[in-house]
């Protein structure tokens, strides 16, 4: 079975410019996780859906960032417009619903120049 | 609010030699803890949870709820083990949100 698949791998953009991230989660996994992960930190919790809700969008930027999961799905995560401190890695991860074993995707590493 | 802190950035160890990689978390309740761990080029994975009480690839972890440490032992490291690993809590709420620590770079030398 296929795992959690994100795309791009990579992306370099220059500041101001608009960057959208893609995630299929696993077949059948209710949840779906973006997580933001600078280097030498852990991943920090961006924003949870559960289905097509997003049930937990708290610490995510709303001013530059948005998100959806249509149809329940795939996931895209949306930086318009980028700042030079959003270079990153943007993980996907996806789980059945309440439990803490989420599978991850293999990210996609952002640099904003 | 949940926090996990993970104290050491790398901990280096001599093949052969124990290893402890310590997590303390913050968390009022009874939360679910983890851990997680990225090999070289590979994507974050469940290690363990508390709840199974498993020993995978040689490694342990105990809830010390007096303590709220979730240390990660093993008695005998291996080259192999070289690895970032981090602890994680799920809160026992209805939020279900997985807060990771830092993270430990474990290196295990020849």
């Known amino acids: 079975e296929a795992g959690v698949v994100q795309s791009p791998r990579y992306k370099i953009i220059e500041k101001k410019q608009p960057v959208a991230f893609w995630c299929n989660p696993i077949?059948?996994?209710?949840?779906l996780y973006w997580y933001l992960q600078n280097l030498g930190q852990g991943p920090e919790l961006l924003i949870r859906?559960?289905?097509?809700?997003?049930?937990?969008d708290s610490q995510l930027p709303k001013d530059r960032f948005s998100a959806e999961r249509l149809k329940g799905v795939d996931s895209t995560l949306k930086i318009q417009p980028a700042e030079l401190g959003d270079s990153a890695v943007y993980l996907c991860?996806?789980?059945?619903?309440?439990?803490?074993?989420?599978?991850f995707g293999e990210g996609s590493r952002l640099t904003v120049l | 609010a949940q926090r996990v802190t993970q104290p050491e950035k790398l901990l280096s160890v001599f093949k052969g030699a124990p290893v402890e990689l310590k997590c303390n978390y913050s968390?009022?309740?009874?939360?679910?803890l983890f851990w997680y761990v990225q090999y070289s080029r590979q994507r974050l994975q469940l290690l363990l949870r508390?709840?199974s009480r498993e020993s995978i690839k040689g490694f342990t972890a105990d809830l010390n709820k007096g303590e709220t440490s979730f240390h990660l032992k093993k008695p005998f490291a291996q080259e192999e083990d070289s690895a970032m690993y981090y602890c994680?809590?799920?809160?026992?709420?209805?939020?279900?949100?997985?807060?990771f620590g830092s993270g430990t770079r474990l290196l295990v030398r020849p």
């Open positions: 991860a996806s789980s059945k619903r309440g439990t803490g074993e989420l599978f």
């Open positions: 077949s059948g996994h209710n949840t």
């Open positions: 859906y559960e289905n097509e809700e997003a049930v937990d």
């Open positions: 968390y009022s309740g009874s939360p679910e």
């Open positions: 508390h709840i």
């Open positions: 994680a809590t799920q809160g026992g709420d209805s939020s279900y949100k997985l807060i």
